[in-house]
């Protein structure tokens, strides 16, 4: 593979509030789609739900048409979208945006294959026909989407009877929040990390969790992230934290980049229990700050941590498995920081954003070169 032209740039079309805009290196960053929506921390009913659901499909149409305008206009040999298409309105501005005349290659980062219930009631996954047939239309008109991994890709090309085009291409590392890994932790502390939602099998920790206290007297725990109301009650969590005292620390908002590995630091080990899902961006993370890992088989997640070799591998929903595999590790700090080396090894040699770069650039290659109107296609005769 050659060297890129010289013009060669990558522009990064992101939200306005987002932390990152005063950090990119290589990368142009162009903040002007509109802010994030704010998690609430009271789920709303009525008809503050509905001015709720008004403004969330307000943002998404905002964010879509800058898209649109940008693929249509700014002439990109590639556009890449890891937009969350799992809303109504988002799924037909991307299913419009594969329908753009004159467009460049379309690129899809593939993070779910139905989209998660993020409203009340215990299904993990929304029940929408008409959403999951046009997942299924947009998907298979995007001209490469990437995938975590093999499971991933065999998950996602089973949903059509002539599969669209795919590639693996592995989360990358997350040394955007430390350059090295803090040393290992001297207290027993487990760390749960990330937005409260219910394919995240937070209660299935706490009740795993529960158990071993009764073994491990020392035990702590650490809930970090911002509460979901619409998705998981954030008062029972409370609640059951506050009941176990001074042993489960709650840090129940979105945690700042640089508040992220002093977080990580006084963990022990990171327990990711999910309960459906690809990949996830904290075990990237965790991988990365050197940590071990027990996460539950689902996706790529068991795969990426592997069982004996980065940590523990638990079936999902299974708590005294959970348990025992905390158990383990919090007991065993030598393990724990072998297993947490191995992860640091593997995300900045297998999985990091390099490597993530250069497979990417290589599933693109062909797809570009024989693109009507590409400024890399082969010049005619």
Do not use: C
């Not at 291409?169 to 487990?190: C, M, S, T, Y």
């Not at 991988?287 to 069982?307: F, I, K, P």
């Not at 004996?308 to 708590?319: K, L, M, N, S």
């Amino acid at each position: 593979m050659g060297s890129p032209p010289e013009d060669t740039s990558v522009e990064l079309l992101t939200a306005r509030d987002n932390e990152l805009v005063d950090r990119a290196r290589i990368a142009t960053m162009r903040p002007e789609l509109p802010p994030l929506v704010k998690n609430t921390d009271a789920a709303p009913t009525g008809v503050r739900y509905r001015i709720r659901q008004a403004g969330v499909a307000a943002r998404l149409v905002r964010s879509w048409s800058r898209i649109l305008v940008a693929t249509r206009t700014v002439g990109h040999d590639a556009v890449v979208t890891g937009a969350d298409i799992g809303l109504l309105p988002a799924a037909a501005a991307a299913h419009l945006l594969t329908r753009l005349l004159s467009r460049p290659p379309l690129v899809r980062i593939s993070h779910n294959l139905r989209a998660p219930n993020r409203w009340g009631g215990d299904a993990l996954l929304r029940d929408s026909p008409l959403l999951d047939r046009l997942l299924r239309a947009t998907g298979a008109r995007f001209d490469l989407t990437l995938v975590p991994g093999e499971r991933a890709k065999a998950a996602f090309e089973a949903r059509w009877t002539s599969p669209p085009r795919t590639a693996i291409v592995p989360h990358g590392d997350e040394r955007l929040f430390a350059e090295e890994p803090p040393a290992p932790a001297a207290e027993e502390r487990i760390l749960f990390f990330g937005e409260w939602r219910k394919v995240k099998g937070l209660p299935i920790l706490m009740e795993a969790f529960y158990g071993l206290r009764g073994r491990r007297p020392d035990a702590r725990l650490t809930i970090a992230g911002s509460p979901f109301a619409s998705d998981t009650d954030p008062d029972v969590i409370r609640r059951w934290a506050a009941g176990h005292g001074g042993d489960v620390e709650v840090i129940d908002r979105y945690v700042p980049i640089d508040d992220v590995a002093g977080i990580f630091a006084r963990a022990r080990v990171v327990a990711t229990p999910y309960l459906t899902g690809n990949q996830s961006g904290v075990v990237a993370l965790a991988m990365t700050m050197g940590r071990a890992v027990v996460t539950s088989d689902v996706g790529e997640l068991g795969v990426t941590v592997g069982d004996g070799e980065g940590g523990r591998v638990v079936a999902p929903g299974d708590a005294e498995g959970l348990a025992a595999a905390l158990e383990e590790l919090i007991a065993q700090p030598e393990l724990a920081a072998r297993y947490g080396a191995s992860n640091r090894r593997r995300a900045l040699e297998s999985t990091s954003w390099e490597q993530a770069a250069l497979r990417l650039e290589r599933a693109l290659e062909p797809i570009v070169a024989d693109w009507p109107h590409s400024r890399r296609a082969p010049a005619a005769d």
